[in-house]
């Protein structure tokens, strides 16, 4: 796929089709996002990659802990409050989630519902964790970042889907104790990854974006 294209068109997916990602093409999308820009090449990344029936195991451990809303722990601390704009975003994001799905505001079991998906992978038969040491800051988090978006991107241009979740890593500890990674290790990112059900409503959903105009200064 050409690289603007995919770009461009690129977007979440939330349902996926039971087909596993052949262990080569993940190794060759791993690969490709191994190609991105760190802060002095210090490259801070490692990667869980989770399928099978391992991954039925961390399923059913979140799914656990989600229903009963046990106390979370993540690693990079959810924010509590947006400035006015972005939470207005935040909002309309929400509300036309629910309203692509047909889930009105106030059916609490709806939404119930829709959030529980996220500790299922919504479906997707890979589930990768993003992690890097203990010790390291914002700037290895931008390294993250970086590496997490060429990862979609190699994944899209590879016919795979994907989504990236932070309400799963909100159960850190617990993610680490099943994959057996050491709890000093801060855990910054879930990646659900499949190939897309091109049948789910949900993946009909788009999010709006904003223009370059509403935020960009030109100099010269
Ligand atoms: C840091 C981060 C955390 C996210 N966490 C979740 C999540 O927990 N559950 C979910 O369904 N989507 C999650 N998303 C996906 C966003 O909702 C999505 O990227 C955004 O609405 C823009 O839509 P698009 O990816 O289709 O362009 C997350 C995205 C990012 C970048």
């Not at 079991?109 to 992690?131: H, I, Q, T």
């Not at 890593?169 to 994959?179: D, N, W």
Request: charged content about 25%; proline content about 6%; aromatic content about 10%.
């Amino acid at each position: 796929m050409e690289t603007m294209e995919n770009i461009r068109s690129r977007q979440s997916y939330r349902a996926f089709k039971p087909d596993t990602i052949p262990w080569k093409v993940m190794q060759e999308i791993i690969e490709a996002a191994s190609n991105s820009p760190t802060y002095m090449g210090t490259q801070p990344w490692e990667m869980a990659v989770v399928t099978g029936k391992k991954k039925e195991q961390l399923s059913q451990k979140l799914l656990e802990l989600a229903k009963s809303n046990a106390p979370t722990s993540p690693d990079i601390p959810v924010p509590t409050s947006w400035p006015a704009e972005l939470d207005q975003r935040k909002h309309e994001h929400g509300a036309r989630r629910l309203s692509t799905l047909g889930i009105k505001r106030e059916d609490k079991e709806g939404r119930e519902k829709m959030r529980l998906l996220n500790f299922e992978f919504y479906g997707a038969p890979c589930a990768v964790f993003l992690y890097m040491d203990g010790s390291l800051g914002e700037w290895s988090i931008f390294d993250m970042a970086l590496f997490t978006q060429n990862l979609l991107l190699a994944a899209y241009a590879r016919g795979i889907g994907s989504v990236i979740q932070a309400s799963v890593t909100e159960y850190a500890k617990e993610i680490k104790q099943v994959l057996g990674i050491g709890l000093h290790k801060k855990l910054l990112v879930c990646i659900s990854m499949g190939y897309p059900d091109p049948d789910a409503t949900v993946n009909t959903y788009r999010s709006l974006k904003k223009k370059p105009e509403e935020f960009v200064t030109w100099y010269e």
